[in-house]
């Protein structure tokens, strides 16, 4: 079992930055992926990054690629999310994901366990 929480999220301009936390417990962290979804009203819940437990494999959807930066301090059981020159298309909530075959990427039904969900509005 794997307890996620999620944290940072807020109401901000076009241009500005935010961190994303989310606080992971239960199982060893440093053994298993974690993802970043987002899903925006009346759409699906989209992939936005991925990091494997070591830290040392990420991946990105396109459209966040130069902008956002997943990394994860295994010592703290916390993955973060660093998103900057934020967009209105960004606003979302955003959930953390935990794949307990360390493999991450973006198949939504890879992911064992999941958040409550952080919510991000970017304003124009």
């Known amino acids: 079992q794997v307890q996620l929480v999620e944290s940072g999220g807020g109401l901000v301009r076009a241009g500005s930055s935010l961190r994303l936390s989310c606080a992971a417990s239960?199982?060893?962290?440093?053994?298993?992926?974690m993802g970043w979804f987002r899903q925006a009203p009346g759409k699906e819940r989209e992939f936005v990054a991925s990091?494997?437990?070591?830290?040392?494999?990420?991946y990105y959807v396109g459209s966040v690629k130069g902008r956002f930066t997943i990394s994860r301090d295994n010592a703290k059981n916390t993955v973060y999310l660093q998103m900057n020159a934020l967009k209105p298309e960004d606003t979302a909530v955003y959930y953390c994901?935990?794949?307990?075959?360390?493999?991450?990427?973006?198949?939504?039904?890879?992911?064992?366990?999941w958040g409550q969900g952080t919510q991000v509005t970017v304003s124009s």
């Open positions: 994901a935990a794949d307990l075959q360390n493999l991450g990427g973006s198949f939504y039904s890879r992911y064992d366990y």
């Open positions: 239960g199982r060893t962290f440093s053994t298993y992926a």
């Open positions: 990091i494997r437990g070591s830290g040392g494999s990420t």
